[in-house]
DNA sequence: TTAAACTTGTTTCTATACGAACAAAAAACT
DNA sequence: AGTTTTTTGTTCGTATAGAAACAAGTTTAA
């Protein structure tokens, strides 16, 4: 008996339920780190820019020249819902300007504007942070390892 | 210049944007890994159960007793506005039902229907699969090392 | 015991996120 | 040229997710 690790109980759960511990599926920790970091997000950003609307406007300020709504939605990996809705926020807050295109009369082109691109400059150390608290719990060398791991894993 | 891994243009631009490269962010990264793994999870699942709903019904099939809405939401890491809208579903899926609490007049006492229970049971290898799935981009010595990390920042 | 503080659950608001259906325009193909 | 397919963007519906405000009931503390 001293080399069975298992009780009565959970070997009769088993025989129903084999082997499955929500807390460490890959799913719901994913939910929770996502999760965590969204709060330390919101808690911290300056401006009001949410998580998802910097991603899209650092982007978008990075780029050389204008780029249509779905290819920088394509960018940052949102959907065309979701990207619509993202740009229209930005552009409420003037940090984005949209202009029909002259040769492809389907698309908006996109454009930072100086205010969006001084909040992104601004942004800049404060999401610099938000990064180092999210990974807080690890040490460097597994920080390192994680974002190797979870990069394989998108 | 055999030494230098920066060209000019990106020289230029660290000058304004230190460091800081969205692609490999914590936050992007996770954004992205989740929504693969909602993708796969949407995919595969059986009655249309959604990855947050397997969660809440799973947890409280497992329970021996019934349990409050707001104590199971705290077990799967919702908060009570969530909560509310994921029981109503569940409810109304027929997977859950819910009656006052006759001790705590305030409380819904939810439990588990044989239909919920039965789910549960038909969903569990499927649910497994979507977990494989999830991690097949990982060796099974890395998925180890990356779930222990992704529980640290939990 | 009465008042203050907390808990439980609800509703409303805002913000992702995606599927599906659609119109308009562009590109590819026959 | 004319047809088919693709791309671009929109709208609608559904499902999380959390903040805020609220009512009702319970617990704690003075």
Redesign the pocket.
Known sequence: MASRSHDETSEQRERFAPEYVLDEQIGFLL?KAY?RH??IF?DRMIGGL????FSMLFRLVQMTGPI????LGRLVA?????T???VS?LQAQGLVTTERDT??????MLQSTAKGRALIQEALPVVMGITEATLAPLTKRESETFLRLLAKLC
Chains 1, 2 share one sequence.
Do not use: F, H, I, P
Not at 68 to 71: E, G, K
Not at 78 to 82: E, F, L, P, S, W
Not at 103 to 108: A, L, M, N, V
């Open positions: 939910r999760q969204q709060t919101t949410t998580a998802t609307q249509s709504q779905n290819a949102m959907d065309a819902a979701t619509k809705g993202v926020r040769e492809d009369k389907r698309r908006y």
